[in-house]
């Protein structure tokens, strides 16, 4: 029980990655305010972690949309009477070079991968400081810190997730708040899935995807799930503005 008496947020966790860290903090002891712009989803993780014997409550929110964040951390608090984690993790992925990306595709990735974490970072800073310290996870990506085709707006928006993390944890490094991000590489979530059964061949597809990294397979949500626990947890209580990279080798 490596979170017991802890409260955790974790936005997009009704899907993929953030639904296995909210499964795996539940289950170290966390009680876990589920975030999720989809309903159903989030509520079937909260569903989730009730039946395996855990605590969570389900808020909807659009974590791009600032009055969004305010109300989802307001909601925490007023329910479980503190708060210690936040992981900002929800996320889109747009493909495609530069001169393909219209200036709505660029807003609109830059809002819900970068602004929704400039403002869970900046809502929480405030909560965590008054209680006298907590943790901070973000969820970057190896496309923020390497080379990727085909993802010039995500890149972009996952590399200012790495030099916003480094900001924010030096800027509040004496108040007992942690800030850390994560940089999988390729995870199989529901979102990969989908790109691997669209494909002309799925079996060929699945193969590249496990080529790129050389452990030679694909991340799975618990792996990073894993990596968000030790950041999350005291273990880490010397661990500030680092990025844990997770990518099986991919970045080296
Ligand atoms: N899957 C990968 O290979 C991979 C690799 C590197 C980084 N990441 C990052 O990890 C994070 C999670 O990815 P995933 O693959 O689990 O994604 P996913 O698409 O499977 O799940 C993302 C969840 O976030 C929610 N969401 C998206 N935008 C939101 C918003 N504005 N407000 C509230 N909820 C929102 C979605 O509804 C969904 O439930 C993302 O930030 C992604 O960029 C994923």
Redesign the pocket.
Known sequence: MRLEGKVALI??A?????RATAERFAREGARVVV????EH?GKETVERIMQAGGVAIFVH????QPDAVRAMFRVAVERFGRLDIVFN?????AQGRVEDTSEEEWEYQVA??LT?VFLGCKYAVPILREQGGGVIIN?A??AGIMGVVNRAAYSAAKGGVVALTRAVALDHAREGIRVNCIS????E????LERIQSAPDPVAARRAFEARQPIGRIGQ?EDVAAAALYLASDEAAFVTGTNLIVDGGMSV
Do not use: E, F
């Not at 929110?61 to 791009?64: L, M, P, W």
């Open positions: 936005t997009g009704g899907a993929g990655i953030g975030v999720d712009r989809d989803t929110a659009d974590v791009s993790n929800a996320g889109t992925v819900t991968t929704s969820m990506s190896v999988p590489a390729t995870i979530t529901p979102s990969l949500p």
